[in-house]
């Protein structure tokens, strides 16, 4: 009886002993997993306009952070520094869109390149930011031949002393837009995934391409964008009209129309010297 009382007072001593010997972490999964039985398995609904203010904190970081390109300061903007020592430098341009040009499903990713861009801004290492907005600049996404989601890593040499500039290096990352979080954003900088992206090194190079040394990319940029405007249904009469007309010459002209006008050089070559052409039958 004395045995069963003190075995009876031990055990919960000895539990909580153990308890203690237990890491931090592992006690509260413990207690985390104790209380999941009383938790509600569904979960209320957030209202859209309420935001996280995680999320909020994290867009205000990125509108500091990350510098917005257009058409006007693009150039400017990804030019290195010629004072730095480092090069090349390095940038990460977000390419992104509303409903015109992403269908709408890009919002979760600028949420999630929001949290990159306040990840990265306490990383002096980190390269610069950016961001695209297809929907606002149609024209810049047009002559980069740019599409929405996507993170361009670019890096740029400095210019030589003899002026000389080595080839810039664009790696184009696609993302999921339903998948893809911040997590995967940052890993192409910490460790060096955009290596694993597109390299991008043809026409439309922005930097070293053929159209942009020639100075011919933002025309064509100019071009493709203002095409892309006309609706689908012009370019189908366009379309049906060259068809016509093509097929038209290949099949030569109307047999019956051939014959008439022969008839009517005959009779012109019957016609008597000097006297008026016979009249048509």
């Known amino acids: 009886m004395h045995l069963t009382h003190s075995l009876a007072l031990a055990l919960p001593a000895l539990a909580a002993a153990q308890d203690i010997q237990k890491p931090l972490i592992e006690q509260a999964g413990d207690w985390f997993n104790s209380l999941r039985g009383y938790i509600p398995t569904t979960v209320p609904s957030v209202p859209a306009a309420v935001k996280s203010p995680v999320a909020a904190s994290a867009a205000k970081i990125a509108a500091a952070k990350v510098v917005p390109l257009t058409m006007a300061n693009y150039e400017s903007a ?12 390095e940038w990460m341009v977000f390419v992104t869109g509303g409903n015109k040009t992403c269908g709408g499903f890009c919002d979760r990713l600028e949420r999630e390149w929001n949290e990159t ?25 047009s002559t980069w031949m740019a599409k929405p989601p996507t993170i361009w890593h670019i890096r740029r040499p400095v210019a030589r002393a003899d002026q000389s500039t080595p080839a810039s290096t664009i790696h184009v990352n696609y993302f999921n837009v339903t998948q893809s979080t911040a997590g995967d954003m940052v890993a192409l900088h910490t460790g060096k995934k955009y290596e694993e992206g597109v390299l991008y090194d043809g026409w439309f190079d922005p930097f070293d391409g053929q159209l942009a040394k020639l100075g011919v990319n933002k025309a064509i940029g100019y071009a493709l964008f203002g095409i892309g405007l006309v609706p689908s249904w012009a370019f189908m009469i366009v379309v049906s009209m060259l068809s016509r007309t093509i097929i038209a010459r290949r099949n030569g002209p109307n047999p019956a129309v051939q014959q008439q006008e022969a008839q009517r050089r005959a009779a012109g070559r019957n016609a008597p010297l000097g006297g008026a052409p016979p009249a048509n039958e």
């Open 78 to 89: 990804l030019t290195p520094d010629p004072t730095s020592a480092q090069s090349p430098q």
């Open 117 to 141: 861009a306040a990840v990265l801004a306490a990383d002096p290492t980190a390269p610069t930011l950016a961001y695209v907005d297809c929907d606002k600049q149609g024209v810049l996404c």
